[in-house]
């Protein structure tokens, strides 16, 4: 039997496939819609795993926090260009996603791949993520996730649509009058991007880096050996106040700390984390006019 316009609108609404895709599916299956579901499915993950190797550094972070603010996640999904970040269907990928590993137990990524999608137990979070690939045509990566859950309360930031996206702890319990403040420091953390809670945190291997590189430093100024410690030591204090969260300039008033700030309104930051899309991927160039060259070889 023929194919018709009819019977290719029908199946791209299903499957989200190209029209080109969708009629050489009827072809193959003579016209049956259910078998040509079943033939892009097959065909859909082949293509999948074939974009599996191209790097995905766009995508969204996504926030999600209940309403009693004691149990929030942070997830990072990947897909390769910013303009599919946009797209709703990633978006509501995302969202998806999300909402699953909030209902989940699992503590890894590959752990949650291999779950039961939250939405039809047929499938698993990676089939899901699979089919995606093949309807919206570019690799797509749950790359990372961060679940807390608190005695405290948690309140958290999206910068850019989800470019950045910060979760904090705080102990005690939450007010309307500290939801501002919340705020405020979530935002500094979005900005400033600090890498420790307070000296504390910082672990003894990055102090002693920065300790080396100071040396060095003062050496070749041609400093005297006996003074190198003393100016070592302020140098180490300054950095302190570049990387800790509470030793900070407040971005909204920078003649107070963060732990001033904090004091002020009797909050405590317990700890936080920060995702940024797409930060540590190696994005790889891509050579556009060899490309084309090699798809025109290939046809």
Known sequence: MGVTMKDIKELRSRTGAGVLDCKKALNEVDGDIEAAVEYLREKGMAAAAKKAGRVAAEGLVSLNITDDRKKGILVEVNSETDFVAKNDQFQNLVADISEHIM???????EAVENEKWFKDESQTVNDVIKAAIASIGENINLRRFKKVETDGYLFGYIHLGGKIGVLVEFANEFDDSKAKTAKDVAMHIAAINPEFLDRDSVNAESIEKEKKIYREQMLNEGKPEHILDQIIEGKINKYFTQVC??????????DKTVAEVLEENDMEVKQFTRFEIGEGIEKKEEDFAAEVAAMTKNQ
């Open 245 to 254: 969260l509470l030793e900070q300039p407040f971005v909204r008033d920078d």
């Open 103 to 109: 209902q989940s137990d699992a503590e890894a990524v």
